[in-house]
């Protein structure tokens, strides 16, 4: 065995480097001893590829290498290497130290496919998310997008895909009677039971007796109406305060019935639940958009939630095809009431069928604020990191997720975003973690790109010019290309 350690430093520096480099070697129990003389010997065995016989003998005559036992040999071999990821490369990153880190969801054999992203506004999650989901997509995946804010329109165009907008009441079209999307009552009771006491009480989770309650009301209606009920029979059973004639009346079961008041015939959002569901997926990349609800969360959250059991029924349909379901903005859209119970339903159903679900928040903390959001990351066995505040990180070692030594902060402390050139992201899975860098190419890039003024351009040059997503972004890229160029040849002209 032979160990050198050649330190490249200017001058003033020297000296500080050799003590930090001691530093980290006695932190580990070696104490390592200044070579004099043997400069080139010494830089020339440092170098790459040039441990070949003639170099291992003229080490050996000067008695600088040595035996050790297999056992030792390893333990003492300074192996510098990053996270190699898992054995699909589906999503490609770089290492720091430009390892190729490639990955996929579904390598995780053991525990389940979902994935949870958390960082700071602007730090590339939707980004990144694209770039999954147009990587899913060119490998035959269905993929969902849910979200608010128009993230994934230009990516939408370009892969042909479906984008649904959810209008308000006055002009909506789009019916989402979860009765009528019932296949099996039995199985599907897991899913319709919390999402009916989400519209009954959408602050905070219905007691026992409530939700046994609704149980029964569902059951009963489902007996007499199968999947023509509509919630305007619930509310009709719940309103006169019993579910059996010989019952005694609860006040409780008509609090119920005030609080589903909205999403009856009787209520403002009548249009979305009166009648047969229509929404359809007929394509293989669907975005469904809820920024017009923004001002609605109750409703929004219902939507959502009937968004994802109907997307679960679409998975069913198809074991053998891989489906991945993100959900951008999460913690807007998710229901602080029973949305827990419906959010690990869904997540246990999509496991089962092939299925992964995503989801993306602003912050390590806003996943722990409801018992929705806090079941999708503990059932998520994939996280992505980017950048974070520091006390987020903290949060993260309380919660159990990830064990937070000082290496760990350290290492998620640096994580930045490099606008226009690249994102660090931590990736942490049953299968390994480490840090990796998105590179994209230009053109990638700007149909991600969620910065307004590419967005536009991009919009306009479409309308105006009636180019494809695809022509419009190519236009740009050979503008920007001659502006720089032009920018270059005028800075060298004003120099000369
Ligand atoms: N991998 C990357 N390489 C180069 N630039 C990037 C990368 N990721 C993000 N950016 C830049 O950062 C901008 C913001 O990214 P993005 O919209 O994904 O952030 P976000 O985290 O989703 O923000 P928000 O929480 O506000 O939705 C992008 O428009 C792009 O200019
Ligand atoms: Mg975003």
């Known amino acids: 065995m032979y160990h050198q350690i050649c330190l490249l430093s200017s001058i003033q520096d020297a000296s500080k480097s050799e003590h930090a480099i001691r530093a980290v070697w006695r932190s580990r129990g070696y104490d390592i001893t200044r070579d004099y003389y043997l400069q ?48 699909t490369p589906m999503i490609t990153l770089f290492g720091r130290r430009g390892q190729p880190l490639g990955f996929d969801l579904f390598d995780n054999k053991g525990g389940n496919y979902n994935f949870a992203v958390a960082a700071l506004s602007g ?4 980004v990144f998310v ?35 907008e959810f209008a308000d009441e006055r002009d909506n079209n789009l019916c989402l009677n979860p009765f009528s999307m019932v296949q099996d009552i039995n199985n599907d009771m897991e899913m319709l039971l919390p999402l009916l006491a989400e519209m009954a009480s959408p602050r905070e989770p219905l007691n026992n007796f409530c939700y046994t309650s609704l149980s029964s009301a569902i059951k009963q209606v489902w007996d007499a109406k199968g999947s023509e009920a509509t919630v305007t029979d619930i509310y009709n059973l719940l309103r ?3 579910i059996y004639e ?32 229509n929404i359809e997926f007929n394509k293989d990349f669907i975005v469904l958009e809820l920024e017009e609800l923004k001002s609605k969360p109750d409703l929004q959250a219902v939507v959502m ?12 349909l198809d074991r053998s095809r891989r489906k991945i379901v993100i959900i951008d903005e999460a913690w807007d859209l998710m229901g602080s009431g029973s949305s827990g119970h419906f959010i690990e339903a869904g997540y246990r159903r999509a496991r089962k069928y092939g299925g992964a679900f995503g989801t993306i928040t602003q912050s390590v903390d806003d996943y722990y604020k409801t018992e929705a959001t806090k079941a999708t990351i503990n059932n998520a066995d994939w996280l992505f990191l980017l950048r974070q505040k520091p006390e987020n990180i903290d949060r993260l070692g309380k919660e159990g997720k990830l064990t937070i030594d000082e290496w760990m902060k350290r290492q998620l402390s640096s994580i930045t975003t490099d606008h226009g050139n690249y994102s660090e992201i931590f990736v942490h899975s049953p299968m390994g973690s480490g840090i990796g860098r998105l590179l994209l190419d230009p053109f990638s890039m700007m149909l991600f790109s969620t910065r307004p003024e590419d967005f536009e351009k991009i919009k306009n040059m ?15 890229l050979n503008e920007r290309i001659k502006n720089d160029r032009r920018k270059r040849v005028d800075r060298r002209n004003a120099t000369i």
């Open 40 to 87: 080139h010997q010494a830089l020339a065995s440092s170098l790459p590829m040039t441990l070949t016989k003639p170099m291992q003998k003229d080490l050996g005559s000067f008695g600088r290498s040595y035996t050790k036992t297999l056992d030792n040999a390893v333990m003492t071999s300074p192996l510098l290497a990053e996270w190699k990821g898992t054995e």
């Open 305 to 316: 939630q009937i968004i994802m059991y109907r997307i679960t029924q679409e998975m069913y």
């Open 246 to 277: 010989d019952g005694a009346s609860e006040i409780e079961l008509t609090h119920m019935s005030v609080a589903l008041e909205p999403y009856t015939k009787y209520g403002v959002y009548a249009s979305y639940f009166e009648g047969q569901a």
């Open 123 to 126: 730090s590339g999650k939707s």
């Open 240 to 242: 006169i305060g019993k």
């Open 130 to 164: 694209n770039e999954m989901a147009y990587r899913y997509r060119a490998a035959g995946a269905k993929v969902w997008i849910i979200d608010v804010g128009r993230s994934y329109k230009n990516l939408c165009e370009l892969m042909d895909g479906e984008f649904i």
């Open 462 to 476: 479409r309308e105006q010019n009636s180019m494809t997503t695809e022509q419009a972004i190519e236009v740009l």
